[in-house]
């Protein structure tokens, strides 16, 4: 910062937003869970195709017994742009609807030609012939989130891909606010 390290009033108003992101003072507290009282869920995991891929998706502790992805569980990926992440997970979707899983891919990002020429050309070096992926399903020209959600369910899939989240709205977020978000 210019000015001999002098803060302006801009800067201190950006900290004090920052500070209230962390104020916690709500009446309700954390709850406490008791391990011995707890229920273990164990999701059934189905390989993506990539070994290296399926650990990182995975505990340590089971990567010699069936890495991969957990059926019912929520995973985030973020990155830098350009990085590879759309394209590993098209793989791996990929890979998974030829092994039998209901797949879904929600693409804002990318044109639904301009996402079938992507599965076209991608397919091959996968060793994946056009009948191999029977269970895998494009929806596109869906900005509201729970409506994707309501096809995902009508086809009852196993692995949802959605590919750039920043790009719906939600109905329910747009409902509070009065406005998108």
Request: hydrophobic share 35%.
């Amino acid at each position: 910062r210019g000015g001999g390290g002098r803060r302006s009033k801009s800067d201190e108003d950006d900290e004090d937003d920052d500070n209230k992101k962390f104020d916690d003072d709500r009446d309700d507290l954390p709850e406490v869970h008791k391990v011995s009282e707890s229920t273990f869920i164990s999701h059934e995991r189905i390989s993506t195709g990539f070994d290296s891929l399926d650990q990182q998706l995975s505990p340590r502790r089971l990567w010699k017994n069936g890495a991969g992805i957990a059926l019912g569980r929520l995973y985030g990926v973020t990155g830098v742009p350009s990085s590879g992440k759309s394209s590993i997970f098209l793989q791996a979707l990929l890979n998974l609807s030829a092994a039998g899983a209901t797949t879904v891919l929600i693409d804002e990002e990318e044109s639904l030609d301009d996402t079938m020429e992507m599965i076209n050309l991608v397919r091959p070096s996968l060793g994946l012939k056009k009948k191999d992926l029977d269970n895998f399903n494009v929806i596109d020209d869906c900005r509201i989130i729970e409506k994707a959600f309501e096809r995902c369910e009508e086809i009852d899939a196993d692995v949802i891909l959605i590919n750039s989240l920043q790009e719906f709205k939600s109905i329910e977020l747009e409902n509070a606010s009065d406005g998108p978000f």
